[in-house]
Antibody, heavy 118, light 109 residues
Framework: QVQLVQSGAEVKKPGASVQVSCKTS????????IHWVRQAPGHGLEWMGI????????DSAHNFKGRLTMTRDTSTSTVYMELNGLTSGDTALYYC???????????WGHGTMVSVSS | QTVVTQEPSLTVSPGGTVTLTCASS?????????PNWFQQKPGQTPRTLIY???NKHSWTPARFSGFLLGDKAMLTLSDVQPEDEAEYYC?????????FGGGTKLTVL
């Protein structure tokens, strides 16, 4: 069965960086894109970026350009999201979600809570 | 920067029908915008209901339907059940970037 298992909760200080992992299983890793989506407490979903797991090409939302890095390790079928220059505004639940190329979103990770506080 | 607009809230009676809409600031929502619809209940991970405009997953209840009408993407819930009370989000790839709508809080009353 398809699974997207994310790393555990993180607490960071302002200005720090955070890395969240999304380990996938149950399908051929390189045939699906992975997106990152976040949700601040009490707010809606915000699209952050996408990684093509086949060639590693990424794209991110304007709000995150220069601050968001997404990578993948095909040997472990894992995708990584690193966000730097953290502020309190980055406190949110971060999700990875799978897309079959062409707009076919389906499975979501369980989410990783990132808290930023001095 | 694309802005995706949804109704902030809607109320429907059990057994009724309700349609949620999703519009893009870039213009008409077309199949090329690859509309997806997600349901999120309080404290839960979002669940994908509809992908690429109208396609359902195996777990999507038959009473949910996605389609395009006019300039918008739409999600219709028929024979609404109490468990359909949730937040619904659309996601579009208009303007060559992905963007979520602000969500529609659906109340079943």
């Amino acid at each position: 069965q398809v699974q997207l298992v994310q790393s555990g909760a993180e607490v960071k200080k302002p200005g720090a960086s955070v890395q969240v992992s999304c380990k996938t299983s149950g399908y051929t890793f390189t045939t699906y894109f992975i997106h990152w989506v976040r949700q601040a407490p009490g707010h809606g979903l915000e699209w952050m970026g996408i990684i093509n797991t086949d060639d590693g090409v990424t794209d991110s939302a304007h709000n995150f350009k220069g601050r968001l890095t997404m990578t993948r390790d095909t040997s472990t079928s894992t995708v990584y999201m690193e966000l730097n220059g953290l502020t309190s505004g980055d406190t949110a639940l971060y999700y990875c979600v799978r897309e079959k190329p062409g707009g076919g979103f389906d499975f979501w990770g369980h989410g990783t809570m990132v808290s930023v506080s001095s | 920067q694309t802005v995706v607009t949804q109704e902030p809230s809607l109320t429907v009676s059990p057994g009724g029908t309700v349609t949620l809409t999703c519009a893009s600031s870039t213009g008409a929502v077309t199949v090329g915008c690859l509309p997806n619809w997600f349901q999120q209940k309080p404290g839960q991970t979002p669940r994908t209901l509809i992908y690429s405009s109208y396609n359902k997953h195996s777990w999507t209840p038959a009473r949910f339907s996605g389609f395009l009408l006019g300039d918008k993407a739409m999600l219709t819930l028929s024979d609404v059940q109490p468990e359909d009370e949730a937040e619904y989000y659309c996601l579009l790839y208009c303007g060559r970037t992905w963007a979520f709508g602000g969500g529609t809080k659906l109340t079943v009353l």
